[in-house]
């Protein structure tokens, strides 16, 4: 993964993740516009780990179940309530990471 590609994935995941919110319903702008900070926040340093330091599945896992955590808390900020914090982290991030991981079987495929 390269600099294009880390881009495209930050990009990537703040448009499927604010999409996600959009879905659920969310209306408050200070929310959905959280969701690109925290997303520029936790997005970088793991995909800066997984490149340099360990791509394993088990880091990729730990790493998304931080991110789950860290989000989650960055919401509970914002929407002052423990499960929609945590539905919003868990939904919005499993949905950008299983589009995420299309998008690298795809490509895969295509060379």
Same mark, same amino acid.
């Given at each position: +993964? ?6 495209? =994935? /930050? ?8 999409? +996600? ?28 780990? +997984? ?17 789950? /955590? ?6 509970? =900020? ?7 914090? /945590? ?14 991981? /299309?998008?690298?079987? +795809? ?5």
């Amino acid at each position: +993964m390269n600099l294009g590609w880390m881009s495209f =994935a /930050l990009f990537f995941t703040i448009l499927v993740e604010y999409g +996600m919110l959009l879905l659920l319903g969310e209306k408050r702008r200070k929310v959905l516009l959280s969701s690109i900070v925290i997303n520029v926040l936790t997005n970088i340093p793991l995909n800066l780990y +997984m490149l340099h330091v360990d791509g394993g599945w088990t880091t990729f896992v730990v790493g998304e179940s931080l991110v789950v /955590l860290v989000e989650a808390l960055w919401y509970f =900020a914002f929407v002052r309530n423990v499960f929609q914090a /945590l539905v919003y982290s868990v939904l919005c991030n499993a949905t950008s990471c299983l589009f995420g991981l /299309l998008v690298q079987l +795809m490509g895969e495929c295509w060379h």
